[in-house]
């Protein structure tokens, strides 16, 4: 039985979304808020997530940007009365797979559930991507150096599968918060460099230079060869 969760603080909404799931044999399960959300679709394997854009305490673009940079592939169908292109394809660049606005029929939605889920069992599992001697596993959520595996926290994976995902590329302190920890403002800036510098004594050997760079006043940036 395909697992689907619902994200949406609309209590009706989401009691009526589910009710419909479970009788076309679905194991719909609800988070009314962001936090739980994001908590359940990172500790749990879902077939699909239904994601409403406006939360009460963060929006869904904002989670949807969590969840991809800790490599969480599940496909997630964006709900939100927000009709505007530049709404659509923002949802979209940060990862949604299909977007459905408000109000909807559920014939429709039932159909794009079908799709989704659909093309989720056919799509192959991302491939691991690797610097070096360095490797990260994205569906396993496995580090490792050279034949050593490497234990990081969820947070710490996160934010380097995020920089390791674009080596070179250089990322903004805003940008990591609203990616990473998805609520930007209520996190110190100071968490970034926190965790950069557990990820380097974790990753970085003695006498070499570090793969994380730090670009003075913007960021961080990764690159495949330390020292490049």
Do not use: C
Not at 14 to 36: C, F, I, K, N
Not at 116 to 127: F, G, I, Q
């Amino acid at each position: 039985m395909k697992r689907i969760l619902i994200v949406e603080d609309e209590e009706m909404m989401a009691g009526m979304v589910a009710r419909v799931l479970r009788q076309e044999g679905y194991a719909a399960e609800t988070a009314g808020d962001g936090g739980s959300g994001f908590s359940r679709a990172t500790d749990d394997s879902f077939d699909l997530i239904i994601l409403d854009w406006m939360l009460p305490d963060r929006s869904g673009v904002q989670i949807l940007r969590g969840l991809r940079a800790g490599g969480v592939g599940t496909p997630v169908l964006m709900l939100t009365a927000r009709d505007q292109i530049e709404d659509r394809v923002e949802g979209l660049d940060a990862g949604a797979d299909d977007y459905l606005p408000k109000p909807f029929a559920l014939p429709e939605l039932l159909a794009r559930v079908r799709a989704l889920t659909r093309r989720a069992a056919e799509a192959p599992a991302e491939t691991t991507v690797r610097a070096g001697d360095l490797s990260l596993d994205p569906v396993r959520h496995v580090v490792r150096r050279g034949d050593e595996r490497i234990e990081l926290t969820a947070r710490e994976f996160a934010l380097l599968h995020l920089l390791m995902g674009r080596p070179g590329q250089v990322f903004t302190r805003s940008v990591l918060l609203d990616t990473v920890w998805g609520m930007p403002g209520e996190v110190q800036t100071n968490a970034i460099e926190m965790y950069v510098s557990y990820l380097r004594k974790k990753l970085d050997r003695r006498g070499e230079p570090s793969h994380i760079r730090t670009v003075r006043g913007v960021g961080y940036a990764f690159r495949a060869e330390p020292g490049a």
